[in-house]
């Protein structure tokens, strides 16, 4: 059953697509809005709505965010950021995922909440107060006219007999998942920056030659002329097309970044048009806002004007026509180095410290104004959209822009591709985007801790309707170790979205790049992939046609085992395996709970070579470095693909 309450006026955000009659009447502040089966009652507050938790709730959800399966114990901030330090402490990532589910001791104890608003929305689940989860829509800082007492959101309240039943009603309601093409589960070796034409080839040449499989390359900023959209580099990738066609016969797909800030930039095509037409987004007067990216000086295309997102997606063309199948979008928070205007005063400022002695607090004043240019949420007020008609300011809207870019992009395809699927996937979301594309799960870094990361927000995306997606394996910034790249590895060969991506100035880590036991570990391991295809893509597709989650909780299959609700660091994908990553430091095998009678799979590399049947309850198991397990439901099968492919069979 969904229930849903209109508060206000909501801009619309296009994350649903049933439309659910509204209640006629909304509940004053204080009173109830809802009494859950069971469980505690939703009571509207100034600002938002709050709810008792016991001690026994389980709270799952909210997307992309830091921290463990079941949320409780923090707050976190729907508020899109290019952030890249995902501490413990981080409130908020690339996304905003408002739905979450508290799930009683009882199975049929349940109940989902969607908060669909554009704007920010703090969830403080028992921070303030250990057994109160409290949901804020936040004022935008100093903002008086705005984001007061009024609530304009929609609320939607889920109530079914199980966590994983009140999920699949949730994506009922928000839509089929995206459902990326096969080869998108072949392994992917990307890094900012391969330089050159000549780079990639050697790149993928040295897979080949080590047998190491690979479907796709990815290619990060520097393909382009001067970091400009839809230019490819007239020196260094001067035989762009070549290289495509070379590299379809290698069967490699290679895969471009796009940015969401277009160079400003006078003779441009892409800048040219858009000033023309007034695609961009404008600030109070009128003019173009203009911001620093990664090409200088920039704007932003106006991505939920329907006219300008139609414009800006016709523009992948310019690759699609080079033979290019698969994309990932960047930097569309949007995130913003600097805006002219705030550079200007922060230059003004700091000149009057010159020829200043400077004490302890100016002294700070002076260092924090340097820092406070990026991404200053002053600039997120100081631009606007054409948004249906109407002229609205960007923090409002501020968490559709991500996904109206990549939106852009996949009505884009299939209006010029209709027969061919492409891939797409994008750093910033919203719910709603899951129709259109995956997400990669951004700048993480080569710890420990944010594998265990990527193991807990599998789950967690899975509910909001991302399918199609992965971290960075091995981690993005800082450098790598090669028993973490295996062990990410071990891990990275489940999820949907498998590829090796790092920040320049890191340690290079391409399989190759380590020391030859390291490399066929790895290798080995990818091999196993590849074995493992046929029974994800399987999983994956039934899951988007369906409205299920692949990647789930013990919690959310065994949801009246006590012992499997605790377990925060084992998954189950699809109807048959459940997993049970390392995830520290030399380790040489963990505990694992088992929640039914299963049977043991271990793999070195892609040879299986043990079958063990196990009972349920708590065990040890050892995994040494280079050894995979894979645990089998009774009467389930684990369909596995010969040995020794080194791409995806199209
Ligand atoms: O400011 O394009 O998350 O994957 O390699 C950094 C360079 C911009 C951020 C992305 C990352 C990518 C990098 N980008």
Request: proline fraction near 4%; include cysteine; charge should be negative.
């Amino acid at each position: 059953m969904i229930r849903r309450f209109t508060f206000g006026n909501p801009i619309p955000t296009e994350a649903v697509v049933l439309n659910i009659e509204k209640r006629k009447a909304v509940p004053p502040i204080d009173e109830s809005i809802a009494v859950m089966d069971g469980m505690a009652e939703i009571k509207r507050t100034v600002n938002g709505f709050i709810m008792k938790m016991r001690d026994e709730d389980i709270v799952y959800g909210l997307g992309e965010n830091v921290r463990g399966i079941n949320k409780r114990g923090w707050v976190y901030e729907s508020n899109n950021s290019d952030e890249p330090k995902h501490e413990e402490t981080r409130k908020s990532l690339y996304g905003s995922h408002n739905f979450i589910v508290i799930a009683g001791e009882k199975p049929s104890e349940n109940y989902g909440l969607f908060i669909d608003t554009p704007g920010k929305v703090r969830f403080d689940i028992g921070y303030s107060k250990y057994d109160e989860l409290k949901i804020e829509v936040i004022p935008a800082d100093g903002d008086s006219e705005d984001y007061t007492s009024e609530l304009n959101l929609d609320l939607y309240i889920i109530e079914e007999d199980t966590v994983l039943k009140t999920v699949k009603s949730f994506r009922g309601l928000v839509g089929k998942s995206y459902i990326a093409p096969k080869w998108a589960f072949g392994y992917g070796q990307s890094r900012w920056s391969y330089m050159s034409s000549d780079e990639v080839r050697e790149v993928v040449k040295k897979h080949r030659d080590n047998h190491i499989p690979l479907d796709s390359l990815y290619l990060d900023i520097d393909y382009m002329d001067d970091f400009m959209d839809f230019t490819t580099n007239p020196d260094t990738f001067a035989d762009f097309k070549e290289l495509v066609e070379d590299m379809r016969k290698e069967h490699i797909h290679l895969v471009p970044i796009i940015d969401a800030g277009v160079k400003a930039k006078e003779g441009y095509k892409v800048y040219d048009e858009g000033v023309q037409n007034g695609y961009f987004c404008k600030d109070e007067n009128g003019e173009d806002f203009l911001v620093g990216v990664w090409p200088g000086k920039c704007v932003l295309p106006d991505m939920l004007n329907d006219e300008a997102r139609a414009w800006f997606g016709n523009w992948y063309k310019v690759l699609l026509d080079l033979g290019i199948d698969g994309f990932w979008n960047d930097m569309n928070e949007p995130a913003l180095f600097y805006s002219e205007k705030r550079l200007k005063k922060v230059f003004d400022e700091i000149g009057e410290y010159k020829n200043k002695n400077l004490d302890v607090n100016t002294f700070f004043e002076f260092s924090e104004l340097a820092g406070s240019i990026a991404n200053n949420p002053e600039d997120y007020k100081s631009f606007y959209h054409n948004y249906k008609g109407q002229k609205i300011r960007h923090d409002k809207v501020h968490n559709l822009f991500g996904y109206y870019m990549t939106r852009s992009a996949s009505e884009a395809f299939k209006r010029l591709v209709p027969d061919k699927n492409i891939l797409m996937y994008s750093r910033s979301s919203y719910i709603g985007m899951h129709r259109y594309a995956g997400i990669w799960q951004g700048d993480n870094r080569a710890f420990w801790s944010h594998l265990l990361m990527n193991i807990q927000m599998m789950p967690s995306l899975n509910m909001c309707g991302f399918l199609y997606t992965g971290a960075d394996l091995g981690g993005f910034g800082d450098d790598t170790t090669s028993d973490l790249m295996i062990r990410w590895l071990s891990f990275g060969i489940f999820t949907p979205l498998m590829r090796n991506h790092s920040a320049r100035g890191t340690r290079r880590q391409e399989v190759y790049q380590f020391d030859s036991k390291s490399m066929d570990m790895m290798s080995g391991i990818i091999s196993l992939r590849y074995r493992l295809i046929p029974y994800l893509y399987d999983a994956y597709t039934k899951a988007c046609e369906q409205d299920e989650m692949m990647f789930r909780p013990l919690g959310m299959d065994y949801p009246s085992d006590k012992d499997a609700r605790r377990v925060e660091d084992q998954l189950m994908i699809g109807d048959a395996i459940m997993v049970s990553p390392v995830y520290t430091q030399n380790a040489t095998g963990r505990s694992v709970y088992i929640p039914e009678n299963m049977t043991m799979l271990r793999f070195k590399g892609a040879e299986l070579v043990e079958e063990t049947s196990l009972t349920k309850g708590h065990t040890f198991i050892d995994m040494p470095l280079g050894e995979v397990c894979i645990f089998v439901r009774e009467g389930k099968e684990l369909k596995l693909a010969d040995a020794g492919a080194e791409y995806v069979e199209e």
